[in-house]
């Protein structure tokens, strides 16, 4: 095994190596890699003031939340500052519409169940995938960044997973049809980024398999059997 570990830091130190923080190329795909990031935790502020408003049981603990995600997208805004990089906000807003809409929808609804798996699960998910797999290839400035913001991101997952086991059996129909309708949407979004995510040094196998885990993970600390968590998984693979 730490012939194997050699191995693995040998590669992303090549990969390291090889990036040019302040080449147009990097910038390029950054200003929307960034974007993206910016805008994600900024859809996970409001969305976590709206669940605030579905339970208000667990308000305190909701706001907390969406405070944390606002100094998130803060401390994202400063990374793309450091690198000179002019954010695409209008890009990333249409990356996100997907699962936006989707979330109003559940809002206005009041199906908190779909919007737990919306934010909690599919939007926590994405972020820890994404932060995990830059950390090794980002610049010192971001990566001290992302290291923080994502021990955080696991305590929001954590959130959705703990309210969602607690009331499983009543949520196990509204939680298959919510994984059915936005999972493509997730395989839709990492092709789409995954050329930008490529000239960072991100493989889109990596994200693919980290998101896997860590979803997979998630459906299991709920509740659902691994036969049940194949089946959801292979929805993702579904068009739409
Ligand atoms: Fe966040
Ligand atoms: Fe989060």
């Given at each position: 095994m730490p012939q194997l570990v050699d191995q693995i830091e040998e590669l992303d130190f090549a990969k390291i190596e090889e990036?040019?923080?302040?080449?147009e190329t990097y910038k390029d795909a950054y200003s929307r890699i960034n974007a993206i990031v910016i805008e994600g935790e900024q859809e996970a502020h409001e969305n976590y003031i709206t669940l605030a408003q579905l339970l208000p049981a667990k308000e305190k603990e909701l706001i907390s939340l969406s405070k944390m995600e606002s100094r998130h997208k803060k401390g994202f805004e400063a990374c793309g500052r450091n690198l000179k990089v002019t954010p695409d906000l209008e890009f990333a807003k249409k990356f996100f519409l997907g699962l936006h809409d989707n979330f109003q929808t559940a809002a206005k609804e009041g199906k908190v169940v779909t919007c737990l798996l919306i934010q909690s699960l599919i939007i926590e998910c994405f972020a820890i995938a994404a932060y995990n797999i830059y950390i090794p290839v980002a610049d010192d400035f971001a990566r001290k960044i992302t290291e923080g913001v994502v021990k955080e991101e696991y305590s929001h997952l954590n959130f959705g997973e703990v309210w969602l086991q607690e009331n499983f059996t009543e949520s196990k129909t509204e939680l298959e049809e919510a994984n059915r309708q936005n999972l493509p949407l997730v395989w839709k979004m990492l092709n789409q980024v995954a050329d930008d995510a490529k000239v960072l040094a991100m493989e889109k196998d990596a994200l693919v398999e980290d998101f896997m885990i860590q979803y997979g993970e998630a459906l299991s600390n709920i509740g659902f059997t691994t036969r049940d968590i194949m089946r959801l998984s292979a929805y993702g693979l579904a068009t739409v």
């Open positions: 990036l040019d923080f302040a080449s």
